[in-house]
Structure formats: C-alpha cells, structure tokens
C-alpha cells in the first residue's frame, strides 16, 4: 500500500489533501521524543552561495535559542542539526542521508539550493520527512503538490515574470536577452521569463549560460552586446551576477540587467565601488537597514547584531520568517506532534505578517506556497531601492 500510495502524491496535483493523505497509514514520526524536536539542514557554509545560509542558520539559532529557554515549544526543546554542502549536489545528497537516517530528523528547514533540494526529495519525501521552506523558490519545492512540502514567498517563475513585465510594460525594454546558470535554478529563471515574452508577443533576442563557479563572462558578454540586448535577465546568485554587470560596465556598455530573489543580497547592493549601481531584481521585502526599519524589525535587528556582531542580511531576515512560522507550526499541532498534526498545524496558518512588512501569508490543505507576490528593487547609492510593488508586478 505504501509505495502504490506514494506513487499516487508524486502523479497528482493540488487536488490532493492532507484529510486524504491522513487516510493512509503511511503518516510517520521521527525526531520527536517527550522532551525534544529535532531539525535538520543542509547549507553552503563554505561555498560560492554561502551568504545565502550563513545569515538563515544565525536567525535560526537566535530564534530556537529564545524559545528554548523560554520552555520549548509545547513542553519540547528544539534542537537544530546542521550540515555543510559547499554547494554542491553530491554533498547535500550525503548531508541529507545523514540527517534523515543518523540523526532522524523530525523535519527539514531552510535547505539551501534548487539542485540540492531536486536531489535529495525523493529519499526526504520516501522517508516521510517534511520539506519546510528551503532557500530555493523553484516550482519543484512545491509542485507536484506533496503533503511533506512547504514552499515560502513567491516561486521564481513568478519573481522573473514580475520582473520581466515591469521593465517590458514600465521601461520600455525591446530586445531582451538572457544569461544565466546551466543548473535548475538558471533553467527555471529562463523558462519564467520565457513564458512571460510569450505572453507579451516578445522573443529572447539572444541567451548565454555558465557554470554557477564561473569567473569570466567576457565571451557571454561580447555575443549578448551584438545582439543589441536593451535587457538581459539574470539566471544568476551572488558572484556569478556581480562579475558580469561589472564586466559590462568596465566594457562601456550600460545595459540594464535583472535577476531574481537569488540576487537580491546586500553582497551584490554594498559591493565595493558601487559596481552593482542600476542592478533590479525581485525580492519580497525591503532590506534590513536598521534606519529605515519598522520598530519590531529594528529590535530584531539590534538583538541579531548583539549576538553575532554584524548586521543581518536579507538571507536572515528571510531566515528569521522561516523559523518563526516552522515554530507556529510545532506550536499549534499541541502535544500530541507527530508528522500529520504538523502538517495540519502549517496549514491553520492563515494571514501572517512577517515583521519586515512582507506581503501576507498563509496555507490550506490544497496551497502550500505562502504567497505569490514579489517586490522589484534597484540598486542605488548602494543600497536597494523598492521600484515597483507588489500590486503593480503580481499577476
């Protein structure tokens, strides 16, 4: 019964629920006992996206910190186990067997990467393992719909056809090219952006695609300038779209560039000589700049920099979102925790607000993405600047 029934949530769609899964005898528990809940993550601590997870491990921390000693949730203390991937696949598929079967993890938070993630679902999901918000927004975090998955903010497909839309629609832009990562994540971007310029009667004048490790664009750069490109959409991290933007710029040619949520990091607005000024990408809310930060915000902020001695990023700030929802979560399925009443504890979760002034989230028994809405940003003066809201861009 169970790999027929397993076979069945990987071939549907979102009209399964979890009152039909809880029918199934294949809901399973681990990492819970009377006193402890145990987590688990695989992260770049050390790799090319390493600014990605080193500020959502630091949130997750400061959070799990506080409710432990506070009591725990429900009586539990939590407990986080952490492993290195260098961003690489290879890695996070042995992390992950690690953290499911050595440590039995009762869930999986903020994992890192579209690829990692791609690879290690399969044995997670088997393995009755809940997926909660990996630090990926490709469609694969939450389609095929699967009870164990939770997917937070807008996919990429959406971020990139917001993007996409504004600059077409608001900037004028014509011919637009692409460049982006030869990865899932760099495909998804492209093929985002590509149902939108279908959509608008509009063709990718040209495309270019590098390794995530790559350090010189100059070829891509020299076949994307003559095809005339006023736009190139940007499949692209942290280094992999500072490198090019600047290449461009020292080549004299001022063309404007937009990327995803993957790039909307202080590393690519705060970079060294203001070589990312212009640079748009989609985000979800404003940066966490202490002076201009709402009161509940700027509180975490001072309690974030008191612990670690620098200012959050926006990885952090997104981290602080994560666990604190995965916490509600723990919170509301009582003391009874077991895979299923989590399950149901997430999706009681309606109209939440982040303290970041994010859009408004929530899930049901048929939606496990938390919302669809995206922001667009511009670098200027060295820091990102909010050019389009989410009404404007959303579909």
């Known amino acids: 019964m169970k790999s027929v029934f397993w076979k069945y949530v990987a071939i549907t769609s979102l009209s399964i629920s979890t009152t039909a899964f809880a029918q199934d005898a294949s809901w399973k528990t681990q990492g819970v006992s009377k006193d402890e809940v145990v987590l688990g993550m695989h992260a770049d601590l050390s790799g ?46 042995q992390a992950a067997n690690k953290l499911i079967n050595r440590d039995r993890v009762f869930a999986m938070i903020g994992n890192l990467g579209t690829p990692q993630n791609n690879a290690v679902l399969p044995a997670q999901l088997k393995a009755h393992v809940p997926n909660v918000f990996p630090i990926s927004w490709a469609e694969s975090m939450s389609q095929p719909f699967d009870p164990l998955k939770f997917a937070i903010y807008a996919p990429y497909t959406d971020q990139i056809r917001s993007g996409v839309r504004y600059m077409v629609k608001q900037k004028g832009k014509k011919n637009i090219c692409a460049m982006h990562q ?146 509600k979560a723990i919170n509301n399925a009582g003391q009874d925790l077991t895979t299923q009443s989590f399950v149901q504890g997430m999706e009681s979760i309606k109209g939440y607000q982040d303290i970041f002034g994010g859009p408004t989230q929530g899930f049901s028994e048929t939606n496990h993405v938390s919302s669809h809405d995206s922001v667009i940003y511009r670098v200027e003066k060295g820091r990102w600047v909010r050019v389009a809201d989410a009404g404007v861009t959303s579909k």
């Open 48 to 93: 090319v996206a390493a600014t990605f997870s080193v500020g959502v491990v630091n949130s997750f921390r400061l959070k799990i910190d506080e409710a432990n000693e506070a009591g725990g949730i429900n009586g539990r203390k939590i407990r986080l186990v952490v492993e290195d991937t260098n961003y690489q696949v290879p890695k996070a598929v």
């Open 182 to 327: 030869d990865t899932d994540f760099g495909i998804e971007v492209f093929n985002g952006a590509k149902k939108e310029l279908d959509e608008l009667g509009l063709k990718f004048a040209e495309v270019t695609t590098h390794r995530p490790a790559d350090q010189d664009f100059t070829a891509q750069l020299t076949k994307l300038r003559a095809a005339s490109c006023d736009l190139i959409v940007m499949g692209t991290i942290v280094r992999d779209t500072l490198i090019p933007y600047s290449t461009a710029r020292k080549m004299g040619w001022d063309v404007d560039m937009i990327g995803t949520s993957a790039s909307y990091d202080l590393a690519i607005s705060g970079a060294e000589g203001d070589i990312a000024e212009g640079y748009y990408s989609a985000g979800f809310f404003d940066a966490p700049y202490p002076d201009t930060a709402n009161p509940e915000a700027a509180a975490w902020i001072e309690k974030y920099k008191a612990r670690y001695n620098i200012d959050p990023t926006i990885q952090a700030a997104i981290g602080q979102v994560i666990i604190d929802l995965t916490l």
